[in-house]
Structures are given as structure tokens and as C-alpha cells.
């Protein structure tokens, strides 16, 4: 690249840094924990706002200590199937009541969900993740020490609710007939996956198999010998059995059902597996990533959430087949972990390619015929904080301001 160009693309990212910023403050909540985003979404969501903080953990890990303080104040005391509420489950979304009073004729939910919800799978998998994440970044025992009681309280409930059947994976069924059908990141109360619960989603699986390695780290740093050893256990059991059940000859699948049976539907949710530690051999490892970048998942804008070749495939869809910034990030900070350097680059160069074409990156977006369809951008929200948190994460080390 000669000087020019390297110049202007120097100031090209220091300009999208700025914006990035700029929205960063919007979202920013009194408490110092970052709000999911605009406009529907101003309040306090567990699983966005632990992995926006994730990804914002060498920028400010205050953003962290708020995230993780307020979730342990709002953790699962008491069954309530209402709610969705368990022993130690953290929550999926907290709305006041003045925001209930407000949203209600919008979401018609909201009068059948009791506040804070608790219907997610994998916020809780994320609280352990992140308390261990910023430990060995900060430093900072004394925080994780004050932590501790909702930390082990997390990690009880991974194996005493998250896998309710004992069959060794995290399922999840809600409790609430009109709470969230599906309660993994692609969440919704309609069965747009297509997949009959109890469901045992591929990526779940991953985030407990790193929870509960996580979980016994820091146990161990707490003393707690014996709790180390049992969690460290299930995490080899998990990751174990995981291999011969979710690995179907050349790529992995992306759930069980009711019945045990096989989704075999290829999604961006298996390229998440990557930065956990669960998959078992670099030839593995190697084939899933083919598989993310091949024709039928990839875009000049990132991967996106279900291949062109499933029947279910929509691309104008909100979760089966459109793009995620934060989804993409995830997969990106794997390859990264795992030495994919230029597959992890080529999706930087898509989110940075997407923000240049749309002047800011939106919650998720549509790309038709490898063009980025703008009509439908109106959908999604914006600023959207793992949208935001994740480019900024991406560009912070090439720009000097």
C-alpha cells in the first residue's frame, strides 16, 4: 500500500473509531453496563450486554465489572415458571415498569413475562465466561472474590438446570407458554428454527464446556479444591461426548431435538465453537472452517447466519440467513485464538467494508445478490452495542487515537 492510501485508510478508521465511540456513549446506561440498543431495546439484556463487555474488555474492562455486578444483583433465587426464574440462572431481559407500561402495546409479551425474565440458556454460561476472562486480564482477585458467591451459584445451575434431563448437554425448553421458544442467541417466541424442544443447541455446548473450565479455575484460585475437580470433570465429560454426538462425519450439526434427533441445518452458530476449547482435533477444526467461508455461507459482508442451501434459507429473514456484526466477531476472535489470521482479517475487512457502505453497522443486515439490499436496514436497529463493541474491538489496535 503506498503512503497515500495508507494515509487515508489511517484516517478513514480513526473517523469510523470516532463514530463507534460516539455510539458506545448513547449506549452507555447510568450503571456503566452498556444497554442492547435503539430504540426497542434500552434496557438491561444479560446475554448482550456480557458479550459486549467481552468484547470491550481491553478497551475498559470497567464496562465489564458494571455488566457482571448488576447481573449477580438481578440472579435466580426461586423457581418461578412465570418468569423463568431458577437458582441462579441470570437473566435474559430486565424491563422496569414504566418501560413495561410503555412497550406493552408493542410487545403483546410483555404481559405475559414477569420481569426480570430469565429465559436464556446461555446468559449464565456467559457470566462465568466473562468473570473468568477478566480476571486474567485485570488482575483483579478482589472483585472476582466479592463475585464468588454468584459465580458458583452460576456454575450449580449449568448442571442442575441447564441440562435437565441429565443426558450430559445444556437443553432448553421454556417453562412460560408464552415465554422465548428459542433461547439461544437467535432467540424468539415463534419456532422460526424449525426444531421441536426440548432443544440442545451446538454452540451451547461450547459456551458450558469453557464455563465449566472457567468455573474451575476459579474455584481453584478460591480454594474450593473439590468444586475445581467436579467441574473440571463435567467439562472433560462434556467435551467428550459432545464429539460423538454433534459431529456428523465432516461438520458438526447444530442441534438435537425433542427426540434426539439430528439438525443437520449449516449456521454461523457452529463457527462460535472455535474460540471455546470443545473441539477435539485441528482436522476438525480445519473442515468447520471451510465450511464458514464457503460459497454458500459467505458474503463480501460476512458470513451469514444459515447457508443459501438450507431449505429454510431467507436472506431478507431476521435470523435465517441475514448477517450479524456481534456473530461474525465471535467467529472472528476464534479464528484469531486458533491462528486463522487471514480468514479472521477477511471478516474485519467485511464488517469495516459494511460500515463504509452504510455509514454505520447496524444491528444485522441483508446482503441480495453480494450488495448490501439498504431498503431493509430500517429493521434494524441501531446503535446496536455487540454491533458497536465489535468493530471498535476490531480497528482500536490499527488506529493511534
Excluded at 319 to 327: C, K, M
Aim: glycine share 6%; charged share 25%; hydrophobic share 35%.
Amino acid at each position: 500500500m503506498c503512503p497515500v492510501n495508507k494515509k487515508k485508510q489511517n484516517q478513514l478508521l480513526k473517523n469510523m473509531k470516532h463514530h463507534l465511540v460516539r455510539d458506545l456513549k448513547r449506549l452507555t446506561s447510568p450503571q456503566g453496563y452498556l444497554w442492547a440498543g435503539y430504540p426497542h431495546f434500552k434496557t438491561l439484556f444479560g446475554r448482550d450486554a456480557l458479550i459486549s463487555a467481552w468484547q470491550l474488555l481491553e478497551y475498559d474492562p470497567g464496562f465489564t465489572r458494571a455488566t457482571l455486578t448488576n447481573l449477580a444483583t438481578y440472579q435466580g433465587k426461586r423457581i418461578n415458571h412465570k418468569k423463568e426464574e431458577e437458582p441462579g440462572r441470570i437473566l435474559h431481559e430486565y424491563r422496569s415498569p414504566d418501560e413495561i407500561y410503555t412497550w406493552q402495546h408493542k410487545f403483546e409479551h410483555f404481559n405475559s413475562w414477569g420481569f426480570p425474565y430469565y429465559g436464556s440458556a446461555d446468559s449464565t454460561l456467559w457470566f462465568v465466561i466473562l468473570a473468568h476472562d477478566y480476571l486474567m486480564h485485570t488482575h483483579d482477585e478482589k472483585f472476582i472474590k466479592k463475585l464468588w458467591p454468584n459465580i458458583k451459584k452460576a456454575t450449580r445451575w449449568i448442571y442442575e438446570y441447564g441440562d435437565a434431563d441429565q443426558d450430559g448437554f445444556i437443553e432448553y425448553e421454556r417453562k412460560n407458554p408464552a415465554g422465548l421458544y428459542h433461547q439461544g442467541w437467535r432467540d424468539a417466541t415463534e419456532n422460526h428454527l424449525r426444531i421441536e424442544a426440548p432443544v440442545a443447541l451446538v454452540e451451547i455446548q461450547g459456551y458450558a464446556y469453557r464455563a465449566l473450565e472457567a468455573g474451575s479455575e476459579l474455584a481453584t484460585l478460591e480454594g474450593e479444591s473439590q468444586l475445581a475437580r467436579e467441574l473440571n470433570k463435567r467439562a472433560q465429560n462434556l467435551k467428550q461426548k459432545f464429539d460423538s454426538v454433534f459431529w456428523d462425519g465432516s461438520r458438526y450439526i447444530l442441534a438435537l431435538d425433542k427426540h434426539k434427533k439430528k439438525n443437520k441445518s449449516s449456521s454461523s452458530n457452529q463457527g462460535h465453537l472455535l474460540f471455546t476449547g470443545i473441539i477435539s482435533s485441528r482436522e476438525k477444526e480445519q473442515k468447520l472452517v471451510r465450511r464458514l467461508f464457503s460459497p454458500d455461507m459467505w458474503t463480501p459482508y460476512g458470513i451469514r447466519t444459515l447457508s443459501t442451501k438450507d431449505k429454510n434459507f431467507n436472506e431478507l429473514s431476521y435470523h435465517l440467513g441475514s448477517i450479524w456484526p456481534h456473530d461474525n466477531w465471535i467467529i472472528y476472535k476464534g479464528l484469531k485464538d486458533k491462528g486463522y489470521t487471514t480468514k479472521a482479517q477477511k471478516i474485519k475487512q467485511a464488517l469495516i467494508k459494511a460500515f463504509q457502505e452504510i455509514g454505520y453497522l447496524p444491528e444485522y443486515y441483508v446482503v441480495k445478490n453480494d450488495k448490501i439490499a439498504k431498503p431493509y436496514l430500517r429493521r434494524a436497529c441501531h446503535p446496536q452495542a455487540w454491533a458497536t463493541a465489535a468493530l471498535l474491538e476490531m480497528i482500536t489496535h490499527d488506529t493511534n487515537s
